[in-house]
């Protein structure tokens, strides 16, 4: 495993709620991103809750979760160690309930 990989694979085993993101929490920048932070707090995640990661300060972990991941787009989150999605999926996750039951908060 790559000094990267190894990286990655370090925070989602260590961070409950992990969201690789382009920008921050309180500043995503790019539409994805945000969306897929403004669906965590709609679960009633407090933003202090989730670690994210900002691929656009570390080109290494912006290509190398892709790889991690099998996934070819950013946002991705995980949580508990498992990867559940980009955006679009949180979203069905969400409307269906299925997300908030993952996080353990109210449907």
């Given amino acids: 495993m790559s000094n990267t990989q190894q990286r990655i694979d370090d925070l989602v085993k260590h961070n409950d709620i992990l969201l690789f993101m382009k ?3 309180s500043f995503p920048q790019c539409g994805f991103s945000g969306r897929a932070v403004q669906i965590l ?3 009633g995640v407090d933003p202090k ?3 994210t990661v900002n691929v656009l300060e570390d080109a290494d972990i912006r290509a ?3 790889d ?3 996934w ?3 946002p991705q989150l995980y949580l508990k160690g498992e990867f559940i999605g980009g955006s679009d999926i949180m979203m069905e996750m969400y409307e269906s309930g299925e997300l908030q ?3 353990g ?3």
Avoid: R, V
């Fill in 23 to 25: 920008g921050t929490a």
């Fill in 41 to 43: 707090k709609a679960c």
């Fill in 105 to 107: 908060s109210p449907a």
């Fill in 101 to 103: 039951a993952l996080l």
């Fill in 64 to 66: 190398g979760i892709k």
């Fill in 68 to 70: 991690y991941s099998n």
């Fill in 49 to 51: 809750a989730i670690t």
């Fill in 72 to 74: 070819p787009t950013i």
